[in-house]
């Protein structure tokens, strides 16, 4: 089946500092990526929507200028968490789909953030 | 929006069956999830409905009636290793809402 490869797997940063969290499709071509936060005993929230060659949609509440997302090409998306803050962290996960009409949605392996 | 509503916590005996129900309210609704979700790691793929009516794949088989906004994922021949959480995450505009989870506990 599709593979959905995210990168890293966890991270540590200091307060502050920026984070790039890569996602990649490796045997499809996903012109949509969706980005996801979870904390813990929580559900996931979809943060936005990565569309290839265009501008992400964010969902309400998330801040398009603290959480980059960038869909330079058909298989991979980047969330930068910019001038992270110990609230900031949380689990990212990814996911992408084949075009309009497949039946699943792929997740990426998620990415465990944490602000010191 | 979307109101997502299933159980919170399930409890069942290893070798039983148990059913986690799902409720939604979500307009462009194009199909229904099911996924499964281990502590810490990232959800696994369990079922997808389009159509009313039951999926059965193994052990595990999902229920979906569109007009009722319902759907179930019933889960036969419990393992421990089924303990986890199981998402419901109706989808609308091809974008897929999660529902809080059912964390279920299987017991020997």
């Known amino acids: 089946g599709a593979v959905v490869s995210q990168h890293p797997s966890r991270v540590i940063c200091k307060s502050g500092t920026s984070v790039k969290i890569e996602c990649r499709s490796l045997?499809?071509?996903?012109?949509?990526m969706f980005w996801y936060r979870q904390f813990p005993k929580q559900s996931l929230m979809l943060m936005a929507t990565?569309?290839?060659?265009?501008?992400?949609?964010?969902e309400q509440g998330v801040e398009k200028d603290k959480f980059l997302i960038n869909h330079a090409s058909l298989t991979l998306s980047t969330l930068t968490v910019t001038s992270a803050h110990p609230e900031d962290s949380s689990f990212y996960i990814c996911?992408?789909?084949?075009?309009?009409?497949?039946?699943?949605?792929?997740f990426g392996q998620g990415t465990r953030l944490t602000v010191v | 929006g979307q109101n997502i509503d299933q159980p919170t916590e399930m409890t069942a005996t290893e070798g039983a069956i148990v059913q986690i129900n799902c409720t939604y309210q979500?307009?462009?609704?194009?199909?229904l999830f099911w996924y499964q979700q281990h502590a810490g790691e990232a959800p696994t793929f369990l079922s997808y409905?389009?159509?009313?009516g039951l999926e059965e794949k193994g052990r595990f088989s999902s229920f979906l009636s569109r007009s009722k906004g319902y759907s179930y994922l019933l889960l036969k021949e419990l393992q421990m290793k089924d303990s986890a959480s199981y998402l419901c995450?109706?989808?609308?505009?091809?974008?897929?809402?999660f529902g809080a989870g059912t964390t279920v506990t299987v017991r020997a």
């Open positions: 996911s992408a789909r084949q075009p309009r009409g497949a039946s699943e949605a792929f």
């Open positions: 409905n389009v159509l009313d």
């Open positions: 979500t307009s462009g609704f194009n199909g």
């Open positions: 045997d499809f071509q996903a012109t949509t």
């Open positions: 995450a109706p989808t609308r505009d091809y974008k897929l809402s």
């Open positions: 990565s569309n290839e060659g265009s501008k992400a949609t964010y």
